[in-house]
């Protein structure tokens, strides 16, 4: 079941590269169109579509790698069993935050898919199509926090430190 999950996420990561990819192709090409004085209805629109798919499909393997802003302020002053304690917390928060999100982005997108939404945008896309990453993106997240709290459970760790993280004093 781990390995599923974790090629899930890195999916999920894949499909974020390709969005970040698709966002700098629409900005170049926007770029160029305004040098070539050519109009392209739309293009910001699918620019933005891209870089919200990409911050979204990213949140998983972002939480894995340890990307997250983590405060260890207080974590790192206080003894063992509290510090577990704030972490058994901490997870089951994230957890309900992000399941609380990603119920809503699903919502969203059928909520957006049955009353046939479009952009408002010169694009006119239907709006489901680009929530349709962002519910994805909630829904990974989520269920990162799943995995990280059973993991914590059986005693392992989920959430990679990175030994050059920036320390502040």
């Not at 966002?23 to 004085?37: Q, S, T, W, Y």
């Not at 302020?73 to 399941?99: F, N, Q």
Request: net charge positive; charged share 15%.
């Amino acid at each position: 079941m781990g390995k599923l999950v974790q090629n899930f996420y890195r999916l999920l990561m894949g499909l974020s590269c390709v969005a970040m990819l698709a966002a700098f192709g629409a900005v170049i090409l926007g770029v160029l169109a305004r040098e070539a004085k050519w109009d392209i209805p739309g293009l910001d629109a699918y620019a933005g579509y891209a870089i919200a798919a990409a911050l979204f499909l990213a949140l998983p393997g972002t939480l894995k790698h340890g990307d997250h802003i983590r405060v260890t302020l207080l974590l790192d002053r206080v003894s063992p069993k509290v510090r577990g304690i704030l972490e058994w917390w901490s997870l089951g928060a994230g957890l309900a935050l992000a399941a609380y999100v990603a119920w809503y982005a699903i919502r969203l997108v059928w909520v957006s898919y049955s009353t046939h939404d479009v952009s408002p945008a010169a694009d006119a896309s239907p709006l489901w199509i680009p929530q349709l990453a962002m519910a994805l993106g909630c829904i990974g997240f989520a269920l990162s926090f799943v995995h990280a709290l059973a993991l914590r459970w059986r005693g392992s760790s989920f959430i990679a430190i990175s030994s050059d993280a920036a320390h502040i004093e």
